[in-house]
């Protein structure tokens, strides 16, 4: 077994810490020694989730120079451990094709779906119920939401954030860190910093 520490302290952590538990039970994979809490998020002293504990800082990874580690996706305090070293967690009742490609630190929730030759980049996040099909790609530090469901060939790129519910047509490029609002269906190409809304989904703003 490998040693795990989950990098945030919120619900979607404490769900996490659920999932890794059904990972081990379809075979021991990760021992899981506690989380480390977001800046934004301090824990109060003696804090525990799932009674496991919250370490304070980020620095306190020194202590396991070995570790892995597991992405919350709203963790970016800095962290000194290798990407070699970034787990990914997937849950056992999600589907992900033999042909589809991850980078370290994807987190996969329950009953989504990972079609044939889709490619997600490092510290992808999806949440629960939903689709990722065929030759999609996902670039870095993209979020996904509950139900999004993407069709195939789309093209996400880095830090985009994909709110709940809301669905891609086929081959449409997404550009860089726009956020798409929840239950909004996008039909065309999305300019980079985009914040886009409705159905069919159109422009609202810039993304700062």
């Known amino acids: 077994m490998k040693d795990l520490i989950i990098l945030g302290n919120g619900v ?24 480390v809490a977001a800046s934004y998020r301090p824990p109060a002293a003696g804090a525990t989730l799932h009674g496991l504990p919250v370490m304070a800082t980020a620095d306190q990874l020194r202590q396991h120079p070995a570790c892995w580690v597991a992405f919350e996706h709203d963790f970016h305090d800095p962290i000194d451990v290798p990407a070699e070293r970034w787990a990914s967690l997937i849950d056992p009742s999600s589907f992900v094709s033999s042909t589809a490609g991850l980078g370290g630190g994807c987190v996969i929730f329950p009953n989504c779906f990972v079609g044939h030759g889709a490619r997600l980049g490092r510290r992808v996040f999806v949440l629960n119920g939903s689709t990722i099909n065929h030759d999609d790609v996902l670039e870095d530090n993209v979020t996904v939401c509950s139900g999004v469901s993407l069709a195939g060939l789309v093209h996400v790129e880095t830090r985009c954030y994909l709110g709940q519910a809301c669905t891609v047509r086929q081959e449409v490029r997404i550009g860089a860190s726009s956020l798409i609002g929840m239950g909004s269906v996008v039909l065309n190409d999305v300019p980079p910093h985009s914040v886009m809304a409705g159905n069919p989904a159109r422009r609202l703003r810039d993304n700062p």
Do not use: Q
């Open 12 to 35: 979607h952590a404490a769900e996490m810490s659920e999932f890794v538990a059904r990972i081990n039970k379809a075979g021991l994979t990760w021992r899981l020694l506690g989380f």
